[in-house]
Each structure stands twice: as C-alpha cells, then as structure tokens.
C-alpha cells in the first residue's frame, strides 16, 4: 500500500476545513471565545466530508492520518469511535498557502 499523498485530495480537504471553520466563526463567532475557557478546539468529523468531496471517507480518513504525520492537521476530539474530530494545525504550509489566496 502506498503511502504518497494525493496532493488534489488534500487540497480538498484543507480548503473544505477552512471554508467550514470560516462559515462557523462567521455565524458562532462569540461561541468559539466561550468554548476556548472550557478547552475545546474546533473540529471537523471525519464523516462530513462526504457531503462535500467526491471520495470515500475511508480514502479520506486515511489521508487525514498521512496529513496528521505530516503536521498539517490534529485530532481535537476522538472519544467516540469511528468519528474523529480534526483541526488544521495552525502554521502549517497548506494553511499559509490559503492565508495568502484570500
């Protein structure tokens, strides 16, 4: 089994965490200042990209492993089984790379 990226599906993915997560402080933006004292972080479950990226979500949960190893995201949340919550490390180089388009 290979374990090269694919670049086009992981482009997907950080763009779709970061529209989400920009969609979400637009609307709950005081929520994240109130969940930052009880030590949540925002997350992105593994299942919800189906609705957005045309993959399986186990091609997709096995390409959010490769981008954790990498650093580029992180598990917020993995106390149910088979839902893990994910987060763009801030700082990484896709997320520069999106600072810089928008």
Known sequence: MSTKHNPTLREAIVAEMKRR???DF???GKLYGEMA???RVW?????WFKFSINEETKVIRRELER???DGIVFRTDQSTNNNTMWALT???PQ????SREA
């Open 21 to 23: 997560k920009d969609a």
């Open 90 to 92: 801030e700082g990484s």
């Open 43 to 47: 997350g992105y479950c593994t299942w």
């Open 95 to 98: 997320q520069a790379e999106l």
């Open 37 to 39: 004292n009880f030590g």
């Open 67 to 69: 981008m954790e190893r």
């Open 26 to 28: 637009e609307r709950y």
